[in-house]
């Protein structure tokens, strides 16, 4: 049963991944009524915190952080999409993700699953 939470607690770790990419790009296009604008932050907004991912946040980054600056680069991370989710007005799921990001990010640690 607990190898089954592990994997479920990695899959919801992937999943609140994309849950901060969308909802970048929902903040991108709710945020003027400018066609250009919506444009420019809806679909660049996820590429540059998709770089971001790669280089600093992903199993395979370029830079790989560790210990406590690990820490606060997801904290920040996952801070910014659930602020992305509420200034898009959506504030019921911008504290669900975030309160999801804790609780995956200490069963992670908990079950020693970081890369």
């Known amino acids: 049963m607990l190898t089954a939470a ?9 999943l609140l991944e994309l849950a901060v990419l969308f909802s970048v790009g929902l903040w991108g296009f709710t945020f003027s009524s400018k066609s250009a ?4 932050l809806g679909i660049g907004g996820p590429l ?3 770089v971001v ?3 600093f946040g992903s199993p395979s980054a370029a830079v790989p952080l560790h210990g406590a600056v ?4 997801e904290v920040v991370w996952f801070g910014l999409g659930a602020l992305a989710l509420y200034a898009a007005g959506r504030v019921v ?3 669900v993700l975030f309160v999801l ?3 995956n990010a200490v069963l992670i640690r908990v079950w020693h699953q970081s890369a």
Not at 6 to 14: Q, R, W
Not at 70 to 73: G, L, P, S, V
């Open 6 to 14: 592990k994997a479920i607690n990695l899959t919801l770790a992937f």
């Open 48 to 50: 540059l915190f998709i």
């Open 70 to 73: 690990r820490i606060a680069f």
């Open 101 to 103: 990001y804790v609780i």
């Open 37 to 40: 604008v919506k444009f420019l």
């Open 53 to 55: 991912w790669a280089v």
């Open 93 to 95: 799921p911008a504290a």
